[in-house]
C-alpha cells in the first residue's frame, strides 16, 4: 500500500536534478562546478584548479596534473531544489568515465570555451550524450578571455555539433569588459560589481537595448519555427509571452529539438546563478524522464521513478577507498533503507548495505535511506561492479549497462621486486574493478602481465595509482596499440567436415560457408566498424537451427585470433550456405567445434588487411612553427585534413595512427618552444602499412 511518505517522496522528486558537467580538457567544467558549490552556499571558499584546492578534483594525481581524471558526484540546493552533480573529465583517455556518468544523468550542463568554441573533446561528448537521449543546456565560459565571442562559439555550436542554439542572453561588455548579460527573456540587466559575488538587476543599457530587441525577436521566431503552441500565440500575437516562451524552451531542451545557451565567466563567478536558474528551468527532473526499461529473462519491464515501486539501481562507479570499497548508485525506483538485502542480479549473490552515504566528492553524510530518483554511494556490497544492478531480492530486474569500449594501448608492467608480484596483481585486479575501461592480462608468449587502457595518459595514470596507493615499485614497459585484422576479399563455398571416432558416441558435423568483407554503412568508425555479422542461407533443414547457433557460437570463437600477427578480426561476413548431420553423432558440440576450424582456414585462404587505431589530431601551434609541426605530422604518417587561423595561431586537424603518437607531446613542445597543444579523439581502425605489420598485410 502506499504510505503518506511515499507520496511526500515522490512528489519531492520534482525539485531533484540528476546533471553532469561535460566539455572538453580546459574549458572551465571543474571551476563551473566549484562556482556551483559556492553560489548555492555548499562551499564557503571558492575552489580554484590552479591552486589546487577544488572539491571535486581531489585526488593527488588530478591536483598535480589540473585536470578531471575520475568523475566525481556532489549535492547542493538552489531554489528549493536538490542538484546531484558529477563533475567529468574532458580528455579523450577518460571518455568511458563519462560514459558511466551519462548512463545515470537525467541532464547536462555542456560547457564550451568562448575563445575555442566547439573542440575535439566537446564534439566528442556530445555524441555520448545524444546516444543517451540526455537533455541539455550549454554555457559559453570564459567571456572575459582575449578573443571571446559568443556570436563565433554559437556558431560552431550550430555547424559541428548539428543542433540548434537558443542563446537567451546577450554579454554586457568585451573579454576583460565583460561584466554582466542581458536576460532576453525578462529584457533585464544582470550585472555583477567587482568585488560581488551576486549580481544586480537593472534596465537594458540604452547602447544595448536594440540589439537586445532583435536578439529576443530572433528567439522568438526560431522558438516558434520549432514549437506547435509558440507558434500559435506567435500568429496571434506576434510576439511571445515570458511565461510561453520560458515553456516552450523547457519542452525543447527536454526533446533535444534544441539547446538553450548561456553565458558567462566562471572564474570571475559571472553568470553562475542564472545558469543554476535555467538548470531549475529546463533541464528534467527524474518525474520527467521515461521510466526505465529493464529485462527479466525474455520480459521487458519498465519501473518508474516511485518510490513506492520495487527498488532497482544500477551501479555506475566503484571506488576503493583506505575506509571500504564504495560502490555510487543510481536509483531509479523503489526505496532502500540501511541494513537491507538487496540482490545483485548479474552475480546471482544478496548483499547487505550497512550504509547509505551523500556524497561530496571525497567527503560523505550518511543518511538512513535512498529514493527513486537519489544518486548516493553505498557500504557493503563487496562484489558488485561497474553496470550491476541491485535490486530488491522478490523483485528481480536487469537494468542495460553502461557500454565500455575497447582498450587501444597496452604496457607490460611487472614489480621490480619479485616478492611484490602478487602484491602488483591484487593492485591490477582492484583497478579494474573501479575502471571497467582497463583490461588486465597475461601474455601467453612471454608470461610478462599486460595492462591495457584508451591512451597513453590513462596508463600512466593507472601505473601511478598503483604506485601511490599501494606503495609498490613498479616497471612499465613501451607502449603497445591493439591491432585489429580484417577481411579484404574473401572466400566462397569453403567446405568442412568435423569427424571424430574414439569410442562410443561419436562427433559429426559437414558446413560449407562463405566469407565476406562486411562493413557499417551507416557508421563513422572506419574498416571494421561491425565485429562480426553472421547469417544462415540453408535450405530444407539440412542443418537445425540449434546447430545453426552452434555454427556462430564457433565462429565467434575463431574471431579471437586472426592469421596475420594473432590479433582479433573483425569486419566480417559469414554465410553458412550449406552442411550436413548425422542422425547419432551430431551434437552442437561437434557444430561447433566446426564452426571454429572453418572460419580459421576460410581466414587462412582469404585476403587479410591488418588494422590500426587511428585518431584525430587537433593541434594548435604558433604561425611561425606551422611548418615544422606539418612535417613532423607528415613523418609519423598523419593526414592534414584542414588549417585555420587564430589570432596569431593555426589550428591544425590530422588524423594520425595511435601508435605514431607515444611521446608526441614532448616533440610538439621542442618544435614550438612549448607553446604548442593537442588534443586527440578517437576515429576508429584505419589499414595499417606493410611495414608496420611486419608482413605482407594482404595475401
Not at 522478490?394 to 549497462?401: F, G, H, K, T
Request: hydrophobic fraction near 40%.
Amino acid at each position: 500500500m502506499r504510505t503518506e511518505l511515499h507520496r511526500q517522496l515522490a512528489s519531492a522528486l520534482t525539485d531533484v536534478r540528476n546533471l553532469g558537467i561535460l566539455a572538453h580538457v580546459d574549458a572551465g567544467k571543474t571551476t563551473v562546478t566549484e562556482r556551483i558549490l559556492y553560489a548555492t552556499g555548499t562551499t564557503h571558499k571558492r575552489g580554484e584548479v590552479h591552486d589546487g584546492t577544488t572539491i571535486t578534483d581531489f585526488d593527488s594525481q588530478e591536483r598535480d596534473r589540473g585536470i578531471t581524471i575520475f568523475a566525481a558526484a556532489v549535492s547542493c540546493t538552489w531554489a528549493g531544489h536538490r542538484i546531484n552533480l558529477i563533475d567529468t573529465p574532458g580528455h579523450v583517455d577518460f571518455a568511458d568515465e563519462v560514459e558511466r556518468s551519462l548512463r545515470v544523468l537525467d541532464g547536462a550542463i555542456a560547457v564550451f570555451d568562448a575563445v575555442a568554441g566547439v573542440e575535439p573533446q566537446s564534439e566528442s561528448v556530445w555524441r555520448q550524450a545524444d546516444r543517451h537521449a540526455v537533455p541539455r543546456i550549454a554555457f559559453v565560459n570564459k567571456l572575459d578571455r582575449a578573443g571571446a565571442d559568443l556570436d563565433t562559439a554559437v556558431a560552431s555550436i550550430r555547424e559541428r555539433l548539428h543542433t540548434i542554439p537558443l542563446v537567451v542572453q546577450l554579454p554586457i561588455g568585451r573579454e576583460e569588459q565583460f561584466g554582466g548579460v542581458v536576460d532576453l527573456l525578462r529584457m533585464r540587466a544582470l550585472v555583477w560589481a567587482d568585488g560581488r559575488d551576486t549580481y544586480e538587476e537593472g534596465e537594458v543599457p540604452d547602447e544595448l537595448r536594440e540589439e537586445a530587441r532583435r536578439r529576443r525577436r530572433l528567439l522568438e521566431e526560431k522558438v516558434a519555427e520549432l514549437h506547435p503552441a509558440a507558434l500559435e500565440e506567435f500568429c496571434a500575437r506576434s510576439e511571445l509571452s515570458e511565461q510561453t516562451l520560458s515553456g516552450a524552451l523547457r519542452d525543447l531542451t527536454r526533446t533535444g529539438e534544441g539547446v538553450v545557451v548561456l553565458c558567462g565567466s566562471a572564474y570571475r563567478n559571472r553568470g553562475v546563478e542564472p545558469l543554476l536558474e535555467a538548470v531549475v528551468a529546463y533541464l528534467p527532473s527524474p518525474l520527467d524522464v521515461p521510466p526505465v526499461r529493464g529485462t527479466l529473462g525474455d520480459a521487458v519491464q519498465e519501473r518508474a521513478a516511485d518510490p513506492a515501486a520495487p527498488f532497482a539501481a544500477l551501479a555506475f562507479k566503484v571506488n576503493a577507498t583506505a575506509t571500504g570499497r564504495l560502490t555510487y548508485l543510481r536509483v531509479y525506483s523503489g526505496t532502500v533503507r540501511k541494513g537491507e538485502t538487496v540482490l545483485d542480479v548479474g552475480a546471482r549473490r544478496s548483499e547487505r548495505i550497512s550504509r547509505i552515504l551523500r556524497v561530496q566528492a571525497d567527503r560523505h553524510v550518511d543518511v538512513d535511506a535512498a529514493v527513486a530518483g537519489d544518486i548516493v554511494a553505498v557500504i557493503g556490497p563487496k562484489a558488485a561492479r561497474a553496470g550491476a544492478t541491485l535490486c530488491a531480492p522478490d523483485a528481480p530486474l536487469v537494468l542495460e549497462p553502461p557500454t565500455v569500449a575497447d582498450p587501444v594501448v597496452s604496457v607490460a608492467v611487472e614489480a621490480r621486486r619479485s616478492t611484490d608480484t602478487e602484491r602488483l596483481m591484487a593492485a591490477l585486479v582492484r583497478l579494474v574493478e573501479e575502471d571497467p575501461s582497463l583490461a588486465v592480462r597475461t601474455d601467453s608468449e612471454t608470461g610478462q602481465t599486460v595492462l591495457s587502457g584508451m591512451g597513453e595518459l590513462h596508463l600512466e595514470v593507472a601505473v601511478e595509482k598503483v604506485r601511490r596507493a599501494h606503495g609498490l615499485d613498479v616497471r612499465v614497459g613501451r607502449p603497445q596499440v591493439a591491432y585489429r585484422e580484417t577481411v579484404a576479399r574473401g572466400v566462397s563455398g569453403l567446405v568442412y567436415r568435423h569427424v571424430k571416432q574414439d569410442g562410443g558416441a561419436g562427433q559429426f558435423a559437414h558446413v560449407v560457408i562463405d566469407v565476406e568483407p562486411w562493413e557499417d554503412t551507416e557508421g563513422d568508425e572506419g574498416p571494421g566498424a561491425v565485429e562480426f555479422v553472421f547469417r544462415s542461407a540453408v535450405v530444407g533443414g539440412r542443418v537445425p537451427q540449434e546447430y545453426v547457433r552452434a555454427v556462430e557460437a564457433g565462429c565467434r570463437d575463431a574471431l579471437v585470433e586472426g592469421p596475420i600477427g594473432g590479433h582479433p578480426v573483425t569486419g566480417v561476413r559469414v554465410t553458412l550456405t550449406d552442411g550436413a548431420t548425422h542422425p547419432k553423432d551430431s551434437s552442437e558440440m561437434a557444430f561447433r567445434t566446426a564452426g571454429r576450424f572453418a572460419l580459421r582456414e576460410a581466414l587462412r585462404a582469404s585476403a587479410m588487411v591488418l588494422l590500426e587505431p587511428v585518431v584525430e589530431l587537433t593541434a594548435t601551434v604558433p604561425d611561425d612553427a606551422v611548418g615544422g609541426v606539418l612535417g613532423d605530422l607528415a613523418a609519423r604518417r598523419g593526414r592534414v585534413s584542414g588549417s585555420t587561423a587564430r589570432a596569431g595561431a593555426a589550428v591544425i586537424t590530422a588524423t594520425v595512427p595511435l601508435a605514431e603518437l607515444f611521446g608526441y607531446a614532448t616533440r610538439l613542445r621542442s618544435r614550438t618552444q612549448g607553446r604548442g597543444t593537442f588534443t586527440t579523439r578517437a576515429t576508429g581502425y584505419a589499414p595499417a602499412p606493410a611495414a608496420v605489420s611486419g608482413a605482407t598485410s594482404v595475401r
